[in-house]
Each structure stands twice: as structure tokens, then as C-alpha cells.
């Protein structure tokens, strides 16, 4: 089971970002959890960050063949950008969307998602546990979707 995950823009400057809302946290730490979980959970993960909307649909057009989930945190463009949106609905790749922080109690601006009626699920508000969580749903659903295909 191969699993990609994305960090969009400004999840590079975590742990010295707006510490208050994101926590103190670097994403080296948090990609370096994410592969312990991966072994954990006996499937690898190819991670990726990029501040570039471009850059992240062209990994997201790369994806559909090679991953069989996505884990991504879209960032800024969480609410803005339909072609993200599009790029996840024409690989048709199954996508877990996540937030550090919860978008739902934060500015108006942030709480509409343009993934989010395109993903499985969304997790939002845990912190860099958010990213775990996310690397867990993306395997349960895809441990449950091939126990149902045996049938
Ligand atoms: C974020 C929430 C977004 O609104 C914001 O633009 C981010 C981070 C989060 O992880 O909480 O860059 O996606």
C-alpha cells in the first residue's frame, strides 16, 4: 500500500509559524512520525511539500497509477483553489484532507473547503496529530475497501 502525502504552502515554516495557532511543532518531525507510523502499519508513504498550487496538482495528476491514497493538507489553497479540487477528483485517487488547526472555529474565509466534497474524510483540529490520524483513515479505508472487493 503506498500512500502519498502533500503539505501545501507555508506548512514548510512550521514550528516557527503563528505558534499559537499551529504549535511548535517542525515538519521534519512530523514527516520523520509519519514514517514510523507508515512501518508501524506495513505501508510506505512518499512525502512532499510544495508553496506552488501548480506544483501540487502536478503531483496530484502523478498519483493516480502510483499511490493508492493521498493525505493532504492543502493549506491556503484548502480555500481557494477549484483546480486542486479537480486535480483530486479527476485521479479519482482516494484523499484524506487534514488541518493542524480546526478550520471550523477560525476566520469565516477558512471554514468553506473546496477538497472536502471531493475526499473521503476531513480531519481538522489535532494539531500535527492530525497527520497520523489522517495516515490511519487513509489505511483503514483502504484495508476496507479491499475486504469488501474479496467478497
Ligand atoms: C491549515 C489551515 C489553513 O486555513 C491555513 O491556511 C494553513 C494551515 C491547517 O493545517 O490548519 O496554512 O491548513
Partial sequence: MNILVLHGPNLNLLGTRETDVYGTVTLDKINGELESLARELSVSVTVHQSNGEGELVEWIQKAGGRYDALVINPGAYTHTSVALRDAVAGVGIPTIEVHL????RREEFRQHSYIAGVAVGQISGFGADSYALGLRAAVAHLRA???TAKK
Wanted: no cysteine.
Fill in 101 to 104: 488547526s480546526n478550520i471550523y
Fill in 145 to 147: 475497501q479491499q475486504a
